[in-house]
């Protein structure tokens, strides 16, 4: 049965369609000891007992609270908390395989195979809950993280890890770009500050269960029974290093290399850099220009597609217009190369080979970056850059792991399927890159320069498939362990 386009936003997880923009996070990674106390506090935080910090869902706020409370579930989970094993072979194949047998598919290989993940996530028949708290304040995440360990005598669970991440001013995250500037736009639920965006509005049905989808004739199966799986959404959950030392060196090679070519005039007309704000050396802007190509933004979020040569064009492009742009006019990747970032996992109107999947994998990304800001003029250690590590707690949201993000890994970011003119190579930010094949190819008038030899800049270090329940299926979760 498809339901009508407006979901009870009541019954839906309050991360899923709206950011909540708070500055910190903390992950709690946990394992389900005494099951009888567990479905309480289930019960507890959906309507039982009001005194208890509740799941935060999805209606819009009279005023914005201090601190958010989400509920995630690993199929391992729903069998701790007493559902029917019947029941849980009725949710998607890969969701109950689980991430890492999908290692191979979705680029996590090499440095970044399972085998080399944190000890948290190389157990999973021990990973039943992510529980997820959001708040303004150190005083209020450590008070609602109390609040949710004390259960059942704090005998309830066993913490496999606690993972905490920090906003960054302005929003930027470790490769120093501005971030969640782009998120679909869903059909009766926008948020009311939308930004102009060219692209059409998302069937809710790319992120709850029970909907219509942008793919045609398509209706994702809602797991059974009905209550356990409607309105609820997937989230493909990934602890991701970002090696921002090399790829800061990377930026540097690569405007050399430019800077030493009779291309380097057209790839950056000569003197604009002086016109930047602030102006810069024009090894510097050069770099930047690597990275907004790279990405298919320069880091203050302004796409190179509306602003090739330049982060602050004039007339400046306000905050209202930074996703107010499309690609089918570069056909080229002139302006925005095709293999950038942006343009691989939302290729927008761009003609691509899979043309019916231009919008129909829309993905919610939430993330927080996790481990210190790097500083280029204070190394974290003279011999061994790396050390520190630095990354990204990223959830990445959609109604179906398979059709939405690893159909974004595996077609797109890895290999390039969506244009004959990139097959072959890896997202240079995200991709499985090696320095004996790494190949970002940047159009210059009818010829293009080819920046290769790079390494992997971001490793993946641990995650899970996990389930995002409605509230009504949070109570069922509750009532069955109860």
């Avoid at 609602?144 to 905490?164: I, N, T």
Wanted: glycine residues 8%.
């Amino acid at each position: 049965m498809v339901r009508d386009e407006t979901p009870n936003l009541a019954d839906v997880q309050g991360n899923i369609l709206r950011g909540y923009r708070k500055h910190l996070v903390r992950h709690l990674v946990l394992t389900v000891l005494d099951r009888r106390a567990v479905g309480n506090w289930l019960l507890d935080v959906t309507g039982r007992d009001l005194t208890a910090h509740q799941v935060t869902n999805a209606e819009p706020w009279d005023e914005k609270p201090s601190t958010c409370l989400n509920v995630a579930v690993t199929p391992q989970g729903l069998a701790a908390l007493g559902i029917a094993r019947s029941a849980i072979e009725t949710f998607p194949t890969e969701f109950v395989a689980g991430m890492a047998s999908r290692a191979t598919k979705i680029g996590d290989v090499g440095e970044s195979a399972p085998e080399n993940w944190k000890p948290e996530w190389r157990s999973p028949e021990r990973l039943h809950l992510v529980v997820t708290v959001h708040a303004d304040t150190e005083v209020d995440r450590e008070a609602l993280s109390r609040e949710v360990l004390a259960v059942g005598g704090g005998q309830a669970f066993a913490v496999l890890a606690s993972l905490d991440g920090a906003g960054f001013p302005g929003g930027k995250v470790h490769f120093g770009y501005r971030d969640s500037i782009a998120q679909p736009r869903f059909i009766g639920a926008r948020e009311a500050l939308d930004r102009p965006d060219r692209q059409p509005l998302v069937e809710i049905g790319a992120a709850l269960l029970g909907y219509l989808t942008p793919i045609e004739d398509v209706i994702f199966d809602v797991p059974k029974p009905e209550v356990l799986g409607l309105n609820g959404s997937f989230n493909a959950f990934r602890v991701l290093e970002q090696r921002v030392v090399a790829f800061e060196e990377f930026l540097t090679d690569s405007a050399e290399t430019i800077l030493a070519s009779p291309l380097a005039d057209q790839v950056l007309p000569a003197g604009i850099e002086r016109t930047w704000d602030p102006p810069m050396s024009r090894l510097d802007a050069m770099r930047e220009l690597v990275a907004a190509k790279v990405l298919g933004r320069w880091r203050n979020g302004v796409s190179v597609q509306m602003s090739p040569h330049t982060p602050t064009p004039k007339p400046p492009v306000s905050e209202e217009q930074l996703n107010d742009f499309a690609y089918r006019e570069d056909t080229d990747g002139a302006r925005c190369p095709m293999g950038s970032h942006v343009r691989r996992c939302n290729p927008r109107d761009a003609r691509i080979v899979q043309r019916s999947t231009n919008h129909a994998r829309r993905i919610v990304r939430r993330g927080i970056p996790y481990g210190p800001i790097y500083d280029a003029a204070q190394p974290d250690l003279p011999d061994a850059p790396e050390r520190v590590e630095r990354g990204l707690l990223g959830s990445f949201i959609g109604a179906s792991l398979l059709v939405q993000f690893e159909s974004i890994l595996y077609d797109w970011m890895n290999l390039g399927l969506l244009d004959p003119r990139i097959t072959g190579t890896n997202d240079v930010l995200v991709g499985n890159n090696d320095p004996a094949f790494s190949c970002f190819a940047l159009p210059v008038g009818e010829t293009t320069i080819e920046l290769r030899g790079f390494s992997r800049f971001t490793v993946t270090r641990g995650g899970a498939y996990l389930f995002l329940p409605s509230l009504s299926a949070i109570k069922h979760l509750g009532q069955s362990a109860a």
